[in-house]
C-alpha cells in the first residue's frame, strides 16, 4: 500500500521534471548570469572581462557596482522606465476597452458564428510581426493616404498638417494592434463560462442593464482581465521594435536601450542591470495583479 | 387544512389570456389560458417539451408571446421588462452570485429596490432566520449544499416580499431524500408566508404532493387544470388518467345511462356499472374505464361461489347484478412486483388485457399471497373507476 503510494508520488515528480529542467536551464540560469553580470566589467571588444583575474600571483574577483551606480546616478533611465510603463499602461488600457465589448460580442453571439470571430481575432497571427508593423508604417507615411485626409480635413478648420509617422501616437495605435488579440483571447475565455441564468437572476431580482453588467458581468470577468492585463503589459513594457520602427527618436522605450547596451554600445553589465529592472518590475505586475484579482474575487459589489 | 376556492373567475391575482408562443414551425404554446388565485400553490405539469417552462418565462417576462395577453390584478403586464414584474423565479441551478456572500446574495434584491442600508440587514437577518440558516450569512455559495442553496435561494426571492413566486423544477437536481424533505418546507414556507406560488414540474408525484391546483399541460395546451385528488380520481382524459400516477385503461363502450350510474360494455369482458359520473355520455360512444391499481381488489378464484362459471365463459355479460355494484373479473397472474410495503400483481383478464393490482403486504412474514400463473379474480366496486372518452 505504502510502496503504490510512493510510487505515485515518484511518478508525479518524474512527470515534472522535464518542465522543471527546462525552466532551470533556460530561465533560471540565464536570470542569474544576467544579475551576475551586473556586476561584472564590460569586455574591451563587447562582451564581458573575466570575472576572476590573476594579480600577481593572486587570483582576485574583478566585480564592480559601478553598472548599478549609473543606473541611479541620472534619471535618465528611471524617466525611461517611467515612460515605459506609460505607454504599456496606455497600451493595456486602450486593449481592455476595445476587447471587452468585442469579447463579450463573441461570448455571447451563436456557437457557428462564435468559432469564425474568434479565427478572425486570431487571423493577425497568420503573417508576421514585423510584417504587420511595416504595414502599419505604409499606412502612417507622411505621403500616405490617412496622413493626406487627415490633414486636408484639418486644413479646413485652420489647424496646421500633422506628421502620424514617428509619434507616440503611431505606437500606441501599433502597440494595441499587435496586443488586442492577447487580451480578447482571456477575457473571451472568462465570458464564455460565465452561468447565462446567473444575468436572467439579476433581471428576476430588479437589476436593470447597467447593474447587471457592473454587478455581475464586470466583477466576474475580473480574473479575465488580470490575465489579458498581465499579457499586455510585459510584453508592451519590453518592446523594442515598434518604437523603432514607428516611435522616432522621441518613441524610444526602456527596450530599446537594453537591446542598444548589448549591440551598439556594447555594454553588457549595464544591459544586464536595465534587464534585471525590468524582470523584477514584470514580476512585480504579475504579483500585484494576481493579488487584486483574487481580492476582488472575494469582494462584494457593495 | 383544506383549500377551498371560491370565486374562481373573479379577481384572479394572475390571468393567462389565450397566450401562444411560436418558435419558428414549433409550437410551444396553443392559445393558453389560466386564472391564479392569490394564496395559491398552482402547479404547471406535463413532459419535457409540453411548454411549461416556455409559459413560465413569460410569465417571467424573459420571453414574449406571439398572441394573448398576461394580467396581474388586472392589468397587462406584456410590455413590463422582468425587472419591473413584482414576481421572482427559483431557478433549476438556484442561479446564486458566486461572487457574492450569502448575505449580499438575499440583499441583491433589496439593493435594486434601493431599501435603506440598515433596513437591509435587519431584513437579511430575517430571512436567513426564515429559512433556518443565520450563520451563513458569510459564506460564498460554494460553500453551501444542494439543500442550503435551494434555500438561500428561496430566501432572496422571497426577502422583497413579491406577488408571485416562480419556480422551475427547483427540487430536480436534489436526491430523493432531501427532495421529500423540502416539498415539506416548501409547503409550510407556503402557508406561512402565503405568497403565490407557481410551480414548473415533471413530477406528478411532486405536483400531486404540493398543490393546490395542478394544471396539466401536453404539446403546448392545458389539458385539464383541477385540484390534486380530483385530477387522480377524476381524469378528464387518457393522457391525464395515465400521466397522473399508474392507471388501468379498460376499452369499452357506452351502453346506457341512469342519472350518474353509466353502464359500460367492456371489450371482450361484458358489462360493468361506473356509478358517481357528472356528466351526460352519448350512448353508443367509445371510452376507457378507469382504474387505479389499489382500487381493485384481488383474491383466490375459489373464493368465490360461481367463479369457475365465469372463468369458462368469459364472454359471458353476466357480471353486473352480481354482489351489490361489484365487477368480478376472472383472470391468472401475469407477473409481480416485490415492492417491500406492497406487491405488484399484474393479472392478465379472459380478454388478454393485463391489469395492475396492488396488494399491501400487511401480514408480517407472509409477502406473496399468490405466485405467477395463480388463477385469482379481480374485483372493484362501481365507484372505484372513472371514464373517459375517446
Given amino acids: 500500500m505504502l510502496k503504490t503510494v510512493q510510487g505515485k508520488a515518484w511518478s508525479k515528480y518524474l512527470l515534472s521534471l522535464p518542465p522543471m529542467a527546462y525552466l532551470l536551464i533556460f530561465f533560471a540560469a540565464p536570470t542569474l548570469i544576467m544579475l551576475f553580470s551586473s556586476f561584472r566589467y564590460p569586455g574591451e571588444y563587447g562582451g564581458l572581462a573575466p570575472w576572476l583575474v590573476q594579480d600577481g600571483g593572486q587570483w582576485t574577483f574583478d566585480l564592480t557596482l559601478e553598472s548599478w551606480q549609473r543606473l541611479f546616478g541620472t534619471d535618465i533611465y528611471l524617466r525611461l522606465f517611467v515612460k515605459s510603463i506609460g505607454y504599456a499602461i496606455c497600451t493595456t488600457l486602450f486593449c481592455m476597452v476595445m476587447a471587452y465589448p468585442l469579447a463579450l460580442m463573441i461570448a455571447r453571439s451563436g456557437r457557428k458564428s462564435r468559432d469564425l470571430l474568434l479565427l478572425l481575432v486570431i487571423l493577425p497571427f497568420w503573417s508576421n510581426f514585423l510584417v504587420r508593423i511595416y504595414a502599419w508604417m505604409i499606412i502612417f507615411s507622411p505621403v500616405g493616404a490617412l496622413t493626406r485626409i487627415l490633414n486636408g480635413v484639418l486644413d479646413l478648420f485652420g489647424v496646421g498638417p500633422v506628421t502620424l509617422m514617428y509619434s507616440p501616437t503611431a505606437m500606441i495605435v501599433c502597440l494595441v494592434y499587435v496586443h488586442l488579440p492577447f487580451m480578447v483571447l482571456p477575457l473571451y475565455a472568462n465570458l464564455e463560462k460565465h452561468d447565462p441564468y446567473l444575468l436572467d437572476a439579476a433581471q428576476d431580482l430588479g437589476a436593470g442593464k447597467w447593474r447587471r453588467f457592473w454587478l455581475i458581468t464586470w466583477p466576474l470577468s475580473l480574473p479575465g482581465i488580470t490575465a489579458g492585463s498581465i499579457l499586455v503589459f510585459i510584453p508592451v513594457l519590453g518592446m523594442f521594435a515598434i518604437p523603432d520602427l514607428l516611435g522616432g527618436t522621441d518613441g524610444i522605450m526602456i527596450g530599446n536601450v537594453i537591446k542598444q547596451q548589448f549591440m551598439e554600445s556594447r555594454d553588457w553589465p549595464f544591459g544586464s542591470v536595465l534587464s534585471m529592472v525590468l524582470t523584477v518590475a514584470a514580476v512585480a505586475v504579475v504579483l500585484l495583479g494576481s493579488r487584486l484579482s483574487r481580492q476582488r474575487a472575494g469582494m462584494s459589489g457593495s | ?390
Avoid at chain 2, 380478454?351 to 401480514?363: D, K, P
Fill in chain 2, 1 to 390: 387544512m383544506v383549500w377551498v376556492f371560491t370565486g374562481r373567475e373573479n379577481g384572479a391575482l394572475l390571468e393567462i389570456v389565450n397566450v401562444s408562443r411560436h418558435f419558428d414551425t414549433f409550437v410551444a404554446l396553443d392559445k393558453v389560458s389560466l386564472h391564479i388565485e392569490a394564496g395559491e400553490f398552482f402547479t404547471l405539469l406535463g413532459p419535457s417539451g409540453c411548454g411549461k417552462t416556455t409559459l413560465l418565462r413569460l410569465i417571467a417576462g424573459f420571453d414574449q408571446p406571439d398572441g394573448g395577453d398576461i394580467l396581474l390584478d388586472g392589468k397587462s403586464i406584456i410590455a413590463v421588462p422582468p425587472e419591473d414584474r413584482p414576481l421572482h423565479t427559483i431557478f433549476q441551478n438556484y442561479a446564486l452570485f458566486p461572487h457574492m456572500t450569502v448575505a449580499e446574495n438575499i440583499a441583491f434584491p433589496l439593493r435594486m429596490a434601493r431599501v435603506a442600508k440598515q433596513d437591509i440587514r435587519t431584513r437579511v437577518a430575517e430571512a436567513l432566520e426564515d429559512v433556518r440558516l443565520p450563520d451563513k450569512g458569510n459564506q460564498y455559495p460554494d460553500a453551501l449544499s444542494g439543500g442550503q442553496k435551494q434555500r438561500i435561494a428561496i430566501a432572496r426571492a422571497l426577502v422583497n416580499r413579491p406577488r408571485l413566486l416562480l419556480l422551475d423544477e427547483p427540487l430536480s437536481a436534489l436526491d430523493a431524500k432531501l427532495r421529500e424533505q423540502m416539498q415539506i418546507e416548501l409547503i409550510d414556507l407556503q402557508k406561512d408566508i402565503g405568497i403565490t406560488f407557481i410551480y414548473v414540474t415533471h413530477d406528478q408525484g411532486e405536483a400531486l404532493a404540493l398543490s393546490h391546483r395542478i394544471a396539466v399541460m401536453d404539446h403546448g395546451r392545458i389539458i385539464q387544470v383541477d385540484e390534486p385528488s380530483r385530477l387522480y380520481g377524476y381524469p378528464g382524459s387518457r393522457f391525464v388518467a395515465d400521466f397522473i400516477g399508474k392507471c388501468n385503461l379498460l376499452d369499452g363502450k357506452v351502453s346506457e345511462q341512469q342519472g350518474s350510474r353509466v353502464t359500460v360494455e367492456l371489450d371482450g369482458l361484458g358489462s360493468v356499472y361506473v356509478s358517481g359520473l357528472e356528466t351526460q355520455f352519448a350512448v353508443g360512444s367509445r371510452c376507457a374505464l378507469t382504474l387505479r391499481p389499489e382500487k381493485i381488489r384481488i383474491s383466490r378464484s375459489s373464493a368465490i361461489p360461481g367463479a369457475s362459471d365465469t372463468l369458462s365463459s368469459p364472454a359471458d355479460p353476466s357480471p353486473l347484478s352480481s354482489f351489490d355494484g361489484e365487477s368480478h373479473f376472472p383472470g391468472y397472474v401475469h407477473d409481480m412486483l416485490y415492492l417491500g410495503d406492497v406487491t405488484v400483481y399484474n393479472v392478465t383478464l379472459a380478454n388478454g388485457v393485463l391489469l395492475e393490482t396492488l396488494l399491501a403486504n400487511s401480514a408480517s412474514g407472509r409477502t406473496n399471497f399468490f405466485e405467477i400463473g395463480d388463477q385469482v379474480e379481480v374485483a372493484w366496486s362501481c365507484d372505484a373507476g372513472h371514464l373517459v372518452l375517446d
